[in-house]
């Protein structure tokens, strides 16, 4: 007979009554009558009471059968219901696993059933594999997004009722969760199967490509179907191989489509910039519509790259001029962006640069209109600035502040700093100016200077002191790009001393601080022009002194003149031969006299050329007083004895050279105010015509200014000053031969061209043809020898 202890005795491999926390076991033998404690074992035949407190039981075994049953319906599709509840299921799972302890059976069942189930869903799968358009393509797609989302539900649910299972069995052996142990099965069975792949793969590309042949950008039903791929594709961890996929794919699409339309717009460019642009925005929309927002720029980039690889080049140097010259900055713009991003700046700014080359050497070659050649520099240059400061910029670098430099700014919020003009298109505007004002040489910075010159003549009228500033400053900015700086000197210094001596300058103070920049700025030579400023200060003090000597109503307080020293001057000519009227003659001489009696040993050069005089003209409408240059004045005097005089006749009278004769009856009698009359009528001045004195002349203002030659720089003075240029370059390389050589003592003849070069080029650029021809010359003049064994070997002549 087996006692009661022996049936409650448990096997050792049990966990007995432990798997059930809430159970006590309490056993009461029966108390004896006659006995105040309880005996020390139960006497036979004696009942024994067992009172269970908790859950209740059965100890039946486990219902393997069914659990494995209802895992293979749960993983089979268009099952209908389980043969036991969800609630017996999780039991069933509680008892194998925790109880019987038989978790790893039910775990390689579980497995088995998985891999069943898995290859179930890709049979089916490959059997429908007819993917040939568009809505076989979806039909298909739909089909896996459905085969992984029922997958998907139904492992979630296995993880719900086999939850025993996750955390009893597989924490105890670290065995993969039910839920890695059925994706990893998945993605061996489905993602790993190449047949499978190939017809997703297929199947997007078909749906892809289908609308972009079209030129949509996304149906409703791929709007539908590729976010859901996509979202169980990150699901199982494989969205990585599609978006890579998807890239490839987009790139070969692009460069094909390249191909195709570089051909159809080869005449075009501008077409297909256009045709890249569009397939760009409609593919960004694309991505934003269908892929995660991390794919959107590497698809973006893939698209961009595709269309441009190896059309940059074409496309910036057949648009970028178009673009430029009729200010279409989004293009240009655009075209920024998009060749920045597929690594193509450099092409960019070569055309850029290039173009702009091209413009400057047009407008200097172009001979015709040399007077209008500096606006149209100007215009040139600030076109091209402001479109590389609204369309050539780089994206800002943010560095954030540093905690310590944050706190130290009460209030400081962090702000994205602005774009900034790419520094190599600022460059190339500067090579392309400098490099196009090497086409015709010694042009640019005489035209230059003239500017200058119409603007200080002009002055600032109803602008602002800033604007004028700003005004001379761009036309300042242009003499940066030339390397004949000595030209642009001599031009400037012959102008101003023509507006000081004119008295045309319509503001000293500008006058000075113009000088004072060229000076400080550009070049210590300038220092001359102040000179000029002081010699006008002394000829003033010079002539109140005169003028003291004489009565008030004297004749002689009419003269003026300004004594200047020629050193301190660049404007100076021979005089040029002219009879003056006697009583002008006789002024003349009495100064010449009191200057000649206060200096002796000093000699006046008069300067006609920029001599001026006031006339009264009586004419029927009035007096007036007219402003004349000192030729033009001669001439109107004339009149005073003769109603009307020939050309040859006047010609006779004034001695004057035949050009400037011509030039200054044509500002008399051919211009806007003409106090004479030609006969015959006409613009040019011929041997057989006649003048006659316009009594009818009219003008509003009582002080009438005429234009004269004077004003103007004439070819002539021009070639005149070019020929003085030539001497001083020739003079200056002389200088610097010698003065290197007699601080090399010797010198190899090609390194004494370069240093010639280098000791001179902040005035001008020699020819390297000109420094041998002067090289040559301090040979001949024995400066420099050569050496008799070695020719290229130059030495220096004490």
């Not at 760009?280 to 694309?286: A, D, F, L, S, Y």
Request: proline share 3%.
């Amino acid at each position: 007979m087996t006692s009661v202890l022996q049936l409650l005795t448990l096997p050792a491999n049990s966990n007995g009554f432990t798997v059930l926390p809430d159970l006590i076991a309490d056993i009461q033998p029966r108390r004896d009558s006659a006995a105040d404690s309880f005996s020390a074992a139960p006497r036979a035949n004696q009942p024994v009471k067992i009172r269970v407190v908790g859950s209740s039981h059965r100890t039946k075994g486990p219902k393997i059968d069914k659990l494995q049953q209802c895992i293979r319906l749960i993983l089979t599709r268009d099952h209908v219901g389980l043969p036991a509840p969800y609630e017996a299921v999780y039991s069933d799972c509680f008892s194998a696993v925790c109880v019987m302890n038989k978790g790893e059976d039910r775990y390689e069942v579980l497995k088995q059933e998985l891999g069943v189930s898995v290859s179930r869903l890709s049979a089916e799968l490959l059997s429908e594999t007819e993917v040939h358009d568009f809505n076989s393509a979806g039909k298909w797609i739909e089909s896996f997004v459905a085969a992984c989302q029922w997958f998907e539900t139904q492992v979630a649910l296995l993880q719900s009722l086999l939850t025993y299972l996750d955390q009893v069995y597989v924490r105890r052996t670290q065995v993969p969760t039910i839920h890695r142990l059925a994706f990893s099965i998945f993605a061996r069975t489905i993602f790993e199967n190449p047949k499978l792949m190939d017809i997703l793969r297929n199947s997007v590309l078909t749906l892809i490509q289908a609308e972009r042949a079209l030129g949509r950008i996304v149906s409703d039903k791929t709007k539908n179907l590729l976010p859901a791929l996509i979202s169980h594709l990150y699901t199982h961890n494989q969205y990585s191989v599609f978006e890579e996929y998807y890239c490839d794919m987009t790139r070969q699409f692009y460069e094909t489509d390249s191909r195709e339309h570089v051909e159809k717009f080869k005449d075009n460019a501008k077409l297909y910039f256009d045709h890249v642009q569009s397939r760009i925005e409609k593919e960004v929309v694309r991505s934003r519509e269908l892929l995660p927002v991390g794919s959107w720029g590497i698809i973006r980039d893939a698209t961009v790259k595709a269309l441009l690889k190896g059309r940059m080049q074409w496309i910036a140097r057949e648009t970028l001029g178009d673009y430029l010259d009729s200010k279409d900055f989004k293009k240009l713009e655009s075209m920024n962006r998009l060749f920045s991003d597929a690594e193509g700046s450099k092409d960019i700014c070569d055309a850029f640069k290039n173009h702009v080359l091209k413009s400057v050497q047009t407008i200097v070659q172009d001979q015709a209109a040399d007077d209008t050649m500096v606006q149209r520099l100007l215009d040139c240059h600030a076109l091209a600035r402001s479109t590389i400061d609204a369309c050539f910029l780089r994206e800002p670098v943010y560095v954030p502040e540093t905690q310590s430099q944050a706190s130290s700014k009460a209030g400081s919020t962090s702000m994205v700093p602005a774009k900034l003009p790419k520094q190599e298109f600022v460059y190339a505007l500067s090579d392309a100016f400098a490099m196009g004002f090497k086409v015709r040489r010694n042009k640019p910075a005489e035209m230059i200077a003239r500017h200058l010159d119409k603007l200080m003549r002009k002055g600032q009228g109803a602008m602002s002191d800033v604007a004028f500033n700003a005004l001379l400053e761009r036309a300042l900015r242009l003499y940066r790009f030339t390397e004949d700086k000595d030209v642009f000197r001599k031009f400037y210094l012959r102008a101003l001393s023509k507006r000081l001596l004119l008295e045309k300058s319509a503001s000293h103070d500008f006058e000075a601080a113009v000088l004072k920049k060229l000076k400080e700025e550009y070049d210590p030579e300038f220092s001359m022009g102040g000179e000029m400023f002081s010699d006008l200060d002394l000829s003033r003090d010079m002539m109140a002194e005169y003028h003291s000597k004489f009565p008030y109503d004297s004749e002689k307080q009419k003269l003026q003149v300004m004594v200047l020293k020629e050193s301190a001057w660049p404007y100076s000519q021979e005089d040029a031969t002219l009879i003056l009227p006697p009583t002008m003659q006789q002024e003349r001489n009495a100064f010449e006299q009191y200057y000649k009696d206060k200096h002796s040993g000093r000699k006046l050069s008069w300067q006609c050329g920029v001599a001026t005089a006031t006339l009264m003209g009586h004419f029927k409408a009035g007096v007036k007083e007219l402003s004349v240059s000192l030729y033009q004045a001669v001439i109107l005097l004339l009149f005073n004895g003769a109603s009307e005089l020939s050309f040859s006749e006047i010609k006779e009278e004034t001695k004057l050279e035949d050009v400037l004769l011509r030039i200054t009856l044509q500002s008399l009698a051919c211009g806007k105010k003409r106090v004479l009359l030609k006969l015959p009528m006409g613009r040019d001045i011929n041997d057989g015509d006649a003048f006659r004195f316009n009594d009818g002349f009219t003008d509003p203002r009582p002080k009438v200014h005429i234009n004269s030659i004077q004003a103007k720089i004439s070819e002539g003075e021009s070639k005149q000053t070019q020929t003085a240029i030539d001497g001083e370059r020739g003079a200056q390389l002389d200088a610097a031969i010698v003065r290197i050589m007699k601080s090399k003592k010797e010198m190899v003849y090609e390194k004494l061209v370069n240093a010639v070069i280098d000791a001179v080029k902040n005035h001008f650029t020699p020819d390297v043809k000109t420094i041998k021809v002067r090289i040559d010359k301090m040979i001949e003049q024995e400066y420099v020898r050569r050496d008799d064994d070695k020719p290229q070997m130059l030495f220096y002549v004490a």
